[in-house]
Protein backbone atom coordinates (compact mmCIF):
# COMPACT_ATOMS: atom_id res chain seq x y z
CA UNK A 1 0.00 0.00 0.00
CA UNK A 2 1.45 3.82 -0.92
CA UNK A 3 1.10 5.92 2.35
CA UNK A 4 -0.92 8.94 1.97
CA UNK A 5 -0.81 12.09 4.19
CA UNK A 6 -3.87 14.66 3.47
CA UNK A 7 -3.35 18.29 3.95
CA UNK A 8 -6.18 20.73 4.12
CA UNK A 9 -7.07 23.34 6.35
CA UNK A 10 -10.73 23.17 5.66
CA UNK A 11 -11.85 20.33 7.95
CA UNK A 12 -15.39 19.61 5.85
CA UNK A 13 -13.08 19.33 2.48
CA UNK A 14 -10.23 17.07 4.50
CA UNK A 15 -13.01 14.88 5.32
CA UNK A 16 -15.02 14.98 1.97
CA UNK A 17 -11.61 13.54 0.45
CA UNK A 18 -11.02 10.87 2.78
CA UNK A 19 -14.57 9.37 2.37
CA UNK A 20 -15.16 9.88 -1.12
CA UNK A 21 -12.33 7.48 -2.31
CA UNK A 22 -12.11 4.10 -1.50
CA UNK A 23 -8.33 4.17 -1.23
CA UNK A 24 -7.33 0.79 -0.39
CA UNK A 25 -8.86 -0.29 -3.55
CA UNK A 26 -6.29 1.82 -5.29
CA UNK A 27 -3.41 1.05 -3.47
CA UNK A 28 -3.43 3.67 -0.82
CA UNK A 29 -3.83 3.78 2.82
CA UNK A 30 -4.31 7.35 4.79
CA UNK A 31 -1.76 7.60 7.16
CA UNK A 32 -2.25 11.30 8.41
CA UNK A 33 -4.37 14.37 8.36
CA UNK A 34 -3.05 17.74 9.00
CA UNK A 35 -5.00 21.25 8.76
CA UNK A 36 -1.31 23.15 7.95
CA UNK A 37 2.36 23.16 6.24
CA UNK A 38 4.15 23.27 9.51
CA UNK A 39 2.68 20.38 10.89
CA UNK A 40 2.13 18.42 8.17
CA UNK A 41 6.21 19.08 6.86
CA UNK A 42 7.13 17.18 10.65
CA UNK A 43 5.08 14.48 9.67
CA UNK A 44 6.28 14.22 6.01
CA UNK A 45 9.98 13.83 7.47
CA UNK A 46 8.63 11.51 10.52
CA UNK A 47 6.59 9.25 8.76
CA UNK A 48 8.07 9.88 4.38
CA UNK A 49 4.56 9.24 2.96
CA UNK A 50 4.71 8.20 -0.67
CA UNK A 51 1.65 11.09 -1.71
CA UNK A 52 0.78 14.09 -0.18
CA UNK A 53 -2.60 15.63 -1.29
CA UNK A 54 -2.29 19.14 -0.38
CA UNK A 55 -4.35 22.43 -0.23
CA UNK A 56 -2.07 25.05 -2.10
CA UNK A 57 -3.39 28.01 -0.24
CA UNK A 58 -3.56 27.72 3.42
CA UNK A 59 -2.42 29.97 6.39
CA UNK A 60 0.79 30.17 7.58
CA UNK A 61 2.98 27.46 5.41
CA UNK A 62 1.24 27.25 1.91
CA UNK A 63 1.16 23.99 -0.26
CA UNK A 64 3.81 25.54 -2.37
CA UNK A 65 6.00 26.06 0.65
CA UNK A 66 5.08 22.53 2.06
CA UNK A 67 6.58 21.37 -1.35
CA UNK A 68 9.17 23.35 -2.04
CA UNK A 69 10.82 22.29 1.68
CA UNK A 70 9.54 18.85 1.51
CA UNK A 71 12.27 18.99 -1.75
CA UNK A 72 14.94 20.54 0.48
CA UNK A 73 14.72 17.56 2.74
CA UNK A 74 15.62 15.63 -0.34
CA UNK A 75 12.65 13.71 -0.07
CA UNK A 76 10.60 12.77 -2.86
CA UNK A 77 7.01 12.47 -2.22
CA UNK A 78 4.75 12.76 -4.72
CA UNK A 79 2.23 16.01 -4.61
CA UNK A 80 -1.06 16.53 -5.85
CA UNK A 81 -1.96 19.98 -5.41
CA UNK A 82 -5.85 20.83 -4.32
CA UNK A 83 -7.03 24.22 -6.12
CA UNK A 84 -9.42 27.17 -6.46
CA UNK A 85 -9.82 29.03 -9.77
CA UNK A 86 -7.47 31.74 -9.99
CA UNK A 87 -4.34 29.93 -8.10
CA UNK A 88 -2.79 28.76 -11.78
CA UNK A 89 0.19 30.78 -10.80
CA UNK A 90 0.77 29.06 -7.92
CA UNK A 91 -0.24 25.89 -9.44
CA UNK A 92 2.40 26.52 -12.76
CA UNK A 93 5.50 27.38 -9.86
CA UNK A 94 3.94 23.69 -8.03
CA UNK A 95 4.23 21.78 -11.22
CA UNK A 96 7.97 23.36 -11.16
CA UNK A 97 9.08 22.16 -8.06
CA UNK A 98 7.62 18.35 -9.53
CA UNK A 99 4.37 17.88 -8.32
CA UNK A 100 2.40 15.31 -10.11
CA UNK A 101 -1.18 17.05 -10.92
CA UNK A 102 -3.75 19.22 -9.84
CA UNK A 103 -7.20 19.21 -8.79
CA UNK A 104 -9.80 22.29 -9.03
CA UNK A 105 -11.90 22.09 -5.96
CA UNK A 106 -15.25 23.45 -7.10
CA UNK A 107 -15.41 20.67 -9.90
CA UNK A 108 -13.35 17.73 -8.37
CA UNK A 109 -15.43 14.44 -8.46
CA UNK A 110 -14.72 10.53 -7.78
CA UNK A 111 -13.46 9.98 -11.45
CA UNK A 112 -10.82 12.27 -11.53
CA UNK A 113 -9.35 11.28 -8.19
CA UNK A 114 -9.29 8.04 -8.70
CA UNK A 115 -8.00 8.82 -12.36
CA UNK A 116 -5.50 11.01 -10.44
CA UNK A 117 -4.42 8.59 -7.96
CA UNK A 118 -4.11 5.95 -10.70
CA UNK A 119 -2.08 8.11 -12.08
CA UNK A 120 0.33 8.40 -9.11
CA UNK A 121 0.38 4.78 -8.38
CA UNK A 122 1.77 3.76 -11.75
CA UNK A 123 4.69 6.64 -11.31
CA UNK A 124 5.30 5.63 -7.71
CA UNK A 125 5.36 2.20 -9.11
CA UNK A 126 7.11 2.64 -12.05
CA UNK A 127 10.03 4.53 -9.34
CA UNK A 128 10.13 1.69 -7.45
CA UNK A 129 11.03 -0.69 -10.19
CA UNK A 130 13.78 1.39 -11.30
CA UNK A 131 15.47 1.74 -7.88
CA UNK A 132 15.02 -2.04 -7.34
CA UNK A 133 16.15 -2.90 -10.94
CA UNK A 134 19.50 0.01 -9.76
CA UNK A 135 20.29 -1.91 -6.59
CA UNK A 136 20.07 -5.69 -8.23
CA UNK A 137 22.47 -4.20 -10.82
CA UNK A 138 24.90 -2.82 -8.07
CA UNK A 139 24.74 -5.95 -5.78
CA UNK A 140 25.36 -8.40 -9.09
CA UNK A 141 28.26 -6.74 -10.38
CA UNK A 142 29.90 -6.09 -7.01
CA UNK A 143 28.74 -8.68 -4.17
CA UNK A 144 31.19 -11.58 -4.23
CA UNK A 145 29.64 -15.16 -5.18
CA UNK A 146 28.42 -17.01 -1.89
CA UNK A 147 27.40 -20.51 -2.00
CA UNK A 148 25.51 -21.88 1.33
CA UNK A 149 23.68 -25.24 2.36
CA UNK A 150 20.20 -24.72 2.47
CA UNK A 151 18.86 -24.45 5.81
CA UNK A 152 16.42 -27.19 7.70
CA UNK A 153 12.92 -26.59 7.42
CA UNK A 154 10.94 -25.13 10.76
CA UNK A 155 8.44 -27.13 12.75
CA UNK A 156 6.16 -24.19 11.89
CA UNK A 157 2.90 -24.90 10.74
CA UNK A 158 0.09 -22.73 9.33
CA UNK A 159 -3.64 -23.97 8.78
CA UNK A 160 -5.73 -22.99 6.77
CA UNK A 161 -9.06 -24.10 8.56
CA UNK A 162 -11.32 -21.38 10.39
CA UNK A 163 -11.01 -20.72 13.71
CA UNK A 164 -12.76 -23.94 15.80
CA UNK A 165 -15.75 -21.48 17.41
CA UNK A 166 -18.99 -21.82 15.00
CA UNK A 167 -20.94 -19.19 16.75
CA UNK A 168 -21.28 -16.57 13.34
CA UNK A 169 -19.57 -12.83 14.03
CA UNK A 170 -21.98 -10.18 14.79
CA UNK A 171 -22.22 -7.27 11.94
CA UNK A 172 -22.39 -4.26 14.57
CA UNK A 173 -24.70 -1.70 11.95
CA UNK A 174 -28.32 -1.54 11.95
CA UNK A 175 -30.45 1.18 10.17
CA UNK A 176 -30.53 3.61 12.12
CA UNK A 177 -33.95 6.04 13.62
CA UNK A 178 -33.56 9.12 12.72
CA UNK A 179 -36.16 12.01 12.04
CA UNK A 180 -34.29 14.49 9.53
CA UNK A 181 -35.82 13.74 5.81
CA UNK A 182 -32.52 14.01 3.91
CA UNK A 183 -30.78 11.93 6.17
CA UNK A 184 -33.50 9.56 6.33
CA UNK A 185 -33.72 9.25 2.72
CA UNK A 186 -30.54 8.90 2.09
CA UNK A 187 -30.70 5.67 4.35
CA UNK A 188 -33.49 4.32 2.59
CA UNK A 189 -31.65 4.94 -0.87
CA UNK A 190 -28.47 2.89 0.52
CA UNK A 191 -31.00 0.22 2.00
CA UNK A 192 -31.97 -0.27 -2.13
CA UNK A 193 -29.05 0.42 -4.05
CA UNK A 194 -26.19 -0.53 -1.96
CA UNK A 195 -24.67 -2.78 -4.72
CA UNK A 196 -24.32 0.64 -6.63
CA UNK A 197 -21.57 3.29 -7.14
CA UNK A 198 -22.35 5.34 -3.76
CA UNK A 199 -20.06 7.91 -2.35
CA UNK A 200 -20.76 11.63 -0.19
CA UNK A 201 -20.87 13.31 -3.14
CA UNK A 202 -23.78 11.36 -5.01
CA UNK A 203 -25.63 11.30 -1.65
CA UNK A 204 -24.97 14.93 -1.54
CA UNK A 205 -26.33 16.00 -5.12
CA UNK A 206 -29.41 12.99 -4.60
CA UNK A 207 -30.88 15.28 -1.71
CA UNK A 208 -29.67 18.75 -3.28
CA UNK A 209 -27.16 20.01 0.31
CA UNK A 210 -24.18 20.73 0.17
CA UNK A 211 -20.93 17.69 0.27
CA UNK A 212 -19.63 18.80 3.46
CA UNK A 213 -22.84 19.35 5.20
CA UNK A 214 -24.05 16.13 4.21
CA UNK A 215 -21.05 14.75 5.50
CA UNK A 216 -21.15 16.33 8.77
CA UNK A 217 -24.94 15.92 8.97
CA UNK A 218 -24.84 12.21 8.22
CA UNK A 219 -22.17 11.36 11.13
CA UNK A 220 -24.42 14.07 13.82
CA UNK A 221 -27.39 11.69 12.95
CA UNK A 222 -26.53 8.48 12.23
CA UNK A 223 -22.93 8.17 14.63
CA UNK A 224 -21.49 6.80 11.72
CA UNK A 225 -19.37 8.33 8.80
CA UNK A 226 -21.66 7.74 5.39
CA UNK A 227 -19.15 5.31 4.49
CA UNK A 228 -18.67 4.04 7.39
CA UNK A 229 -22.90 2.68 7.13
CA UNK A 230 -22.30 1.82 3.51
CA UNK A 231 -19.80 -0.78 4.22
CA UNK A 232 -22.04 -1.79 7.11
CA UNK A 233 -25.25 -2.40 5.18
CA UNK A 234 -22.87 -4.19 2.24
CA UNK A 235 -21.54 -6.78 4.93
CA UNK A 236 -25.18 -7.99 6.01
CA UNK A 237 -26.34 -8.42 2.59
CA UNK A 238 -22.94 -9.96 2.03
CA UNK A 239 -23.64 -12.57 5.01
CA UNK A 240 -27.29 -12.93 4.22
CA UNK A 241 -25.86 -14.64 0.26
CA UNK A 242 -22.86 -16.60 2.49
CA UNK A 243 -25.24 -18.22 4.23
CA UNK A 244 -28.38 -19.07 2.12
CA UNK A 245 -26.79 -18.98 -1.47
CA UNK A 246 -23.79 -20.98 -2.63
CA UNK A 247 -22.52 -18.04 -5.17
CA UNK A 248 -18.94 -17.71 -4.91
CA UNK A 249 -16.82 -14.96 -2.87
CA UNK A 250 -15.94 -12.75 -5.54
CA UNK A 251 -19.66 -12.73 -7.32
CA UNK A 252 -21.20 -11.94 -3.45
CA UNK A 253 -18.92 -9.00 -3.69
CA UNK A 254 -19.30 -7.90 -6.88
CA UNK A 255 -23.40 -8.20 -5.98
CA UNK A 256 -23.02 -6.12 -2.43
CA UNK A 257 -20.85 -3.27 -4.68
CA UNK A 258 -17.19 -3.98 -4.16
CA UNK A 259 -15.44 -4.12 -7.85
CA UNK A 260 -12.27 -5.73 -6.53
CA UNK A 261 -12.99 -9.48 -4.17
CA UNK A 262 -9.48 -8.60 -2.35
CA UNK A 263 -10.94 -5.67 -1.28
CA UNK A 264 -14.32 -7.27 -0.45
CA UNK A 265 -12.33 -9.54 1.49
CA UNK A 266 -9.97 -7.48 3.43
CA UNK A 267 -13.59 -5.02 4.37
CA UNK A 268 -15.18 -8.29 5.27
CA UNK A 269 -12.97 -9.62 7.75
CA UNK A 270 -12.47 -5.99 9.19
CA UNK A 271 -16.04 -6.55 10.10
CA UNK A 272 -16.59 -9.85 10.77
CA UNK A 273 -12.95 -11.32 12.10
CA UNK A 274 -13.12 -13.80 9.39
CA UNK A 275 -13.13 -14.18 5.69
CA UNK A 276 -16.19 -14.58 3.79
CA UNK A 277 -14.89 -18.11 3.35
CA UNK A 278 -14.38 -18.64 6.68
CA UNK A 279 -18.13 -16.79 7.85
CA UNK A 280 -20.19 -19.39 4.94
CA UNK A 281 -17.66 -22.40 6.49
CA UNK A 282 -19.49 -21.53 10.16
CA UNK A 283 -23.40 -20.96 9.08
CA UNK A 284 -22.62 -24.67 7.31
CA UNK A 285 -21.55 -25.90 11.33
CA UNK A 286 -24.21 -24.44 12.85
CA UNK A 287 -27.01 -26.08 10.42
CA UNK A 288 -25.54 -29.81 10.79
Known sequence: MWKVLLVEDEVFVRESVREIISWEELGFTVIGESGNGTEALAMIIRDTPDLVLTDIVMPGMDGLELLKQTRQAGLKTKFVMLTCMGEFEYVRRA???????YILKLSM????????LRKVSAELGASAEAHTETNHHEVSSSAPILTSTPASPTSLTVSSAPPSETDLPFIPVREPVVKHPEISKIIEYIGQHYDQDITVKSMSR???????YVSALFKKKTGYTLIHYLHGVRMEKAAEY???T????QEIGYRVGFGSD???????????????????????????
Not at 109 to 116: A, E, H, W
Not at 206 to 212: A, I, K, L
Request: net charge neutral; charged share 25%; glycine share 6%.
Open 95 to 101: MEYGASN
Open 109 to 116: SVNSLRDT
Open 206 to 212: YVMMGEN
Open 242 to 244: LRE
Open 246 to 249: DLPV
Open 262 to 288: NYFIKIFKRWTGCTPSQYRHRSYSQDE
